[in-house]
């Protein structure tokens, strides 16, 4: 499990450690590590230009002690100050010593000097140590410009710990930031490195140990392949379809059948025994599917289920509505995505006594909290939690990078990065519903089933696409695929 620690936590860690340690060391090994990622980048050290965005922090002097370290390699290296009067005093003298220059990056207030543009312009390499994890809102217009440069010039970017201007616990990205090609981070993953918008900055991430150890349960929490293959449900001898869970598919509607069908596609690829459908759309599901069962409904006459995926496909009629509401009322876990998240009632949510599971993407959940859509895309992990909180349910909030939030307090939300852009296609929503709905239906508690499913579903994804478009279909026909190379 790849975990992330708040700022405080990691602060009081390394807190912890420093008083244990001779002074300077943590920073000696953070340097040492930035370092090495610099000579990975680099690939040839000797005569390379590397420049380093030095601010007043710590991670400032990282840079400045990593700089010393390539200098005396046989890098040209240059330490432009963005505030040259509160520089790292041990890092600066380190640098010196090994022959690197500094040059003040402003002429005067707002204005950056010359001599500092034109070594950015110039440099095969620039660290980004202006602002450390503490740093809140954009960068201010002197740092702001000289990260432009960064970005307008051929070198690559490394940041140090985190890129500036990106917000360390919440992955916010509040005015102009610095955008990575790769990160290197110190003793623990930070949230804002794990969640959009801050995660498209960050670019190859890498975890350089130091010796910390963070007190406490992680804020954000990732599963990894182990994670995913110990929670995947397999049958065992004496297993029937019952005994593996049938999953209950209400979706479809004269509109949009293939909203039934992809959903049926997905839960057929789950794992569990059996997949019962119940809508408009039977006979497209029999066409593709005929070991699915197929009920006229309602819903709670259609036979023994372990769980519910509701809403995809429904349209705006009262027949969805009363699937939904009928779907709602049963006592088996529910999953609610698309039309069925229109319909919803925190209350009605909240009085349920068996668990729910809904699934929106951005647009969906910023209608569930009524505010803008941008909103919720700028404060991604903020706006999963209060959803969960609101409805007093599990929360899949798709994107990028999904995450998963239970509705209690304390326990870390889930983050899944395992997709890929051509994922953004009609219906592969509906997928995702049917493979996580049955992963409940299996007996997976309803975080698991969540992240298990996206983990799943993306890593599908890169399976079917290889690089090129892909349609939802070829997703879920690719979902054994995943299986089998999580499994190893």
């Known amino acids: 499990m790849r975990t992330a620690y708040g700022v405080d936590g990691v602060r009081a860690a390394e807190r912890d450690l420093m008083a244990r340690l001779p002074e300077g060391a943590l920073m000696q090994r953070a340097a040492a590590g930035l370092a090495a990622a610099s000579v990975e980048l680099l690939g040839r050290v000797y005569g390379s230009r590397v420049v380093l965005l030095v601010g007043s922090g710590d991670n400032g002097g990282d840079a400045l002690y990593a700089g010393a370290r390539l200098a005396r390699r046989g890098a040209g290296v240059t330490a432009v100050l963005v505030a040259p009067g509160r520089t790292h005093p041990g890092g600066l ?9 500094v040059v003040n990056g402003a002429v005067e207030e707002g204005a950056v000097a010359d001599a500092a543009l034109r070594a950015v312009a110039r440099a095969h390499l620039v660290l980004d140590g202006i602002v450390g994890i503490g740093g809140k809102g954009g960068l201010r217009p002197l740092a702001a410009r000289l990260a432009r440069a960064a970005q307008e010039s051929k070198a690559s970017v490394l940041a140090v710990d985190l890129p500036s201007g990106v917000e360390a616990d919440s992955g916010e990205v509040h005015g102009d930031a610095v955008r990575a090609d790769a990160t290197v981070t110190f003793g623990a993953y930070k949230p804002g490195l794990l969640v959009d918008p801050a995660r498209g900055h960050t670019g190859a991430l890498h975890l350089v ?8 349960p992680p804020e954000l929490e990732a599963l990894q392949f182990a994670d995913v293959a110990r929670l995947l449900p397999r049958p065992e001898a004496e297993s029937d379809k019952y005994r593996r869970g049938v999953a209950g598919i209400a979706a479809g509607s004269a509109q949009y059948p293939g909203a039934g069908v992809l959903a049926v596609a ?10 019962r459908y119940v809508g408009t759309a039977g006979a497209e599901v029999i066409a593709r599917f005929p070991e699915a069962l197929v009920h006229e409904g309602p819903p709670s006459n259609a036979g023994r289920v372990q769980a519910w995926v509701v809403g995809p496909g429904l349209g705006s009629g009262q027949d969805g509505g009363r699937l939904v509401d009928d779907v709602l009322g049963t006592d088996v876990p529910v999953l609610v995505d698309a039309e069925g998240l229109r319909r919803l009632d925190p209350a009605a949510v909240r009085a349920r006594t068996a668990p729910t599971l809904l699934t929106p993407h951005a647009g969906e959940a910023a209608a569930l909290l009524g505010v803008a859509r941008a ?7 903020a706006s999963v939690r209060r959803l969960a909180a609101e409805f007093g349910a599990t929360v899949l909030l798709k994107g990028s990078t999904t995450l998963v939030a239970a509705p209690a307090d304390g326990i870390p939300v889930r983050v899944n990065a395992t997709g890929t852009p051509w994922l953004a296609t009609a219906g592969s929503g509906d997928v995702l519903s049917g493979l996580a709905g049955a992963l409940l239906a299996a007996g997976l508690e309803p975080l698991d089933a969540a992240s298990v499913a996206a983990y799943l579903h993306g890593l599908a994804a890169r399976h079917a696409s290889t690089g090129a478009p892909v349609a939802a279909q070829d997703v879920a026909a690719a979902i054994p695929a995943a299986w089998r190379e999580v499994h190893g």
């Open 93 to 101: 003298a380190a640098l010196s010593r090994a022959g690197g220059a």
């Open 375 to 381: 909103e919720v895309e700028s404060a991604r992990l």
């Open 209 to 216: 140990p130091i010796g910390i150890e963070p007190a406490g």
């Open 266 to 275: 997905g839960a057929l690829r789950s794992g569990v025994g059996a997949v």
